[in-house]
């Protein structure tokens, strides 16, 4: 019988990483239930409401998901659907089926995470027909591609890779269809930051040298080096949970620096807080009214500390630098 492999640091480290992912689809499916937002697919990824989240966590959700689909549907529009989209450490996301319903499914919709995270999520929507349905519409023939660790119809691909090894993840998504000719957005949310600082520039010059029209939007942490900061750094260490990553979280220059050090035309980068003020007021000023909100100053610290910033490069002239908020 072959030895057991040991476990090591780098598995427990992986392992809690993976747990940040039940918490944002815990920490949506909650925001969702007091109607900080629609999302009819989120209840099939975490079974219950889950304990009470405080109003300024729901608040910072909602900047995150209306920010990255703010850049995500203008980048779809922009290219009128003929494009794919790599949605890298998805996690439990439910993006492809907005798409679905809003009309705005690019070519293909790819999705990325650990084998283990992927398997669990194809387990679901093989069990829960409200999200298999929507793959089998839009399939042409009466098989899709289904295995432990990957799944692949016509316009969805959810494949079980690591991102710290480019060469692999490189030849699974091109296994499965991947054009490099075609404009692509990747999309990550609190992923980068797990990964070492030289792991995540791979990424994104392995991207930017795939292909020549493509944009890359990121959400995670910024301003990492003050004492909130810090105290951030250190909640999430006791959960065994690094920060690999949190020296390119330092500023929103750093957080533009690492793709423009690695092969992308344009890069900006914006704080939540910028971003909340920037998003439409009378939807702002509807889910400030669904819950009080006690301490406005712990909001504005929470979202002075996450950013979206999002790179293009363009060679056929779409106009991907115009793309803002």
């Not at 609190?190 to 292909?211: G, H, I, K």
Request: net charge negative; hydrophobic share 40%.
């Amino acid at each position: 019988m072959a030895a057991r492999q040991p476990f090591t640091d780098s598995d427990t480290a992986d392992e809690a990483v993976r747990a940040t992912c039940d918490d944002a689809t815990t920490c949506k499916r909650f925001a969702t239930s007091k109607s900080y937002w629609k999302d009819p697919y989120i209840q099939y990824f975490a079974r219950s409401v889950g304990e009470r989240k405080a109003p300024e966590i729901n608040r910072g959700y909602y900047a995150r998901v209306k920010g990255v689909n703010h850049l995500l549907d203008a980048f779809i529009r922009k290219t009128e659907c003929d494009c794919q989209v790599i949605n890298v450490g998805a996690g439990l996301d439910t993006t492809f089926w907005r798409l679905k319903d809003e009309n705005l499914l690019p070519r293909k919709f790819f999705e990325v995470d650990f084998p283990t995270v992927v398997a669990r999520k194809i387990h679901n929507i093989k069990t829960k027909p409200p999200l298999s349905k929507p793959l089998i519409e839009t399939h042409s023939t009466d098989s899709l591609l289904l295995d432990a660790h990957s799944l692949d119809s016509d316009r969805y691909c959810i494949v079980g890779a690591d991102l710290r090894d480019i060469s692999n993840l490189d030849e699974k998504l091109k296994k499965f269809q991947l054009n490099p000719e075609l404009p692509t957005l990747l999309l990550s949310e609190c992923v980068l930051v797990y990964m070492t600082p030289s792991q995540s520039s791979n990424l994104v010059r392995w991207a930017a040298e795939t292909f020549h029209t493509a944009m890359f939007i990121n959400y995670e942490q910024v301003n990492m080096s003050d004492r909130f900061g810090q105290v951030m750094i250190e909640n999430l260490q006791r959960r065994q949970c690094a920060l690999a990553g949190v020296e390119a979280c330092q500023s929103l220059d750093s957080q533009k620096e690492r793709f423009l050090k690695t092969g992308w035309d344009h890069a900006d980068a914006l704080d939540m807080m910028t971003v909340y003020s920037m998003l439409p007021q009378d939807d702002v000023a509807r889910i400030e009214r669904l819950e009080f909100l006690d301490e406005k100053e712990l909001l504005q610290q929470l979202l002075q500390h996450y950013s979206i910033c999002w790179a293009s490069k363009d060679k056929l002239s779409l106009g991907l630098s115009h793309l803002a908020f």
